[in-house]
């Protein structure tokens, strides 16, 4: 499974727009990139995936060069119910094999959103 | 929108006592994972379950540990004889099977387990 590097903690402000770039340099060709938010004692929260190119929904969007080796997660106009650790997963979510989606996940990274 | 819902949120148990923890997944999905989080620690991976059989197994989850799909809707972990160190948020997971596009796997907000 790919191994994924983030930064480890990030401030912001309020209103600001906040990128998150995530690093996975041995990216498969069957890994999807998938981002979650965690609330202390709460389960992760998916926020978005992609597999390349640009993805956008209406909570983020997800930036993924052509070669596949980073993304970045875009959040637009943050608010301090943003503060987060914000996951950055790869795997294979294509389920050929049927042995569902294993999802490793790291330390992620701590956001603290500021007034 | 659909959630992945778990009982009970909190369960305080005496060492050496089994435990059941319950998660209804989304009604569509076809794939169940159970993962835990000790306090401070990363999330981790526990098992995978498809088509009442167990697809994949973390090194955690050893013989004290169990899953079943006793009906249509419920999916449970046991752990037959709880120790001090299964202390965890335990989160259960489902996901879809849409065919070989992204599938995506979402999380419910987890059973605190406190073995004393």
């Known amino acids: 499974l790919a191994k994924t590097t983030q930064p480890i903690s990030m401030d912001s402000y309020e209103g600001q727009e906040v990128n998150i770039t995530c690093s996975h340099n041995?990216?498969?060709?069957?890994?999807?990139i998938t981002w979650y938010q965690q609330f202390p004692s709460q389960g992760p929260r998916f926020i978005i995936q992609?597999?390349?190119t640009k993805v956008t929904n209406e909570v983020a969007s997800l930036f993924i060069p052509a070669d596949r080796k980073s993304s970045t997660l875009s959040l637009p106009r943050v608010s301090l119910s943003d503060t987060a650790v914000y996951y950055c997963l790869v795997g294979d979510m294509t389920f050929r094999y049927n042995q569902g989606g294993k999802l490793i996940f790291g330390q992620g990274t701590e956001l603290s959103v500021k007034p | 929108e659909p959630e992945v819902t778990q009982t009970p949120s909190h369960q305080v148990t005496q060492m050496g006592q089994e435990v059941i923890l319950r998660c209804v997944p989304i009604s569509n999905h076809l794939y169940f994972y159970w993962y835990r989080q000790i306090l401070g620690q990363k999330v981790e991976f526990l098992v995978s379950?498809?088509?009442?059989?167990?697809?994949?197994k973390s090194e955690i989850f050893d013989d004290q540990f169990s899953v079943e799909r006793p009906d249509g809707s419920n999916f449970t972990l046991k752990i037959r004889s709880t120790k001090l160190e299964d202390s965890a948020m335990y989160f259960c997971a489902s996901s879809d099977a849409g065919g070989l596009s992204g599938n995506t796997i979402y999380f419910g907000e987890g059973s605190w387990l406190t073995v004393v």
């Open positions: 041995n990216i498969a060709t069957n890994d999807y």
């Open positions: 992609g597999y390349k």
């Open positions: 379950f498809y088509n009442n059989e167990i697809s994949e």
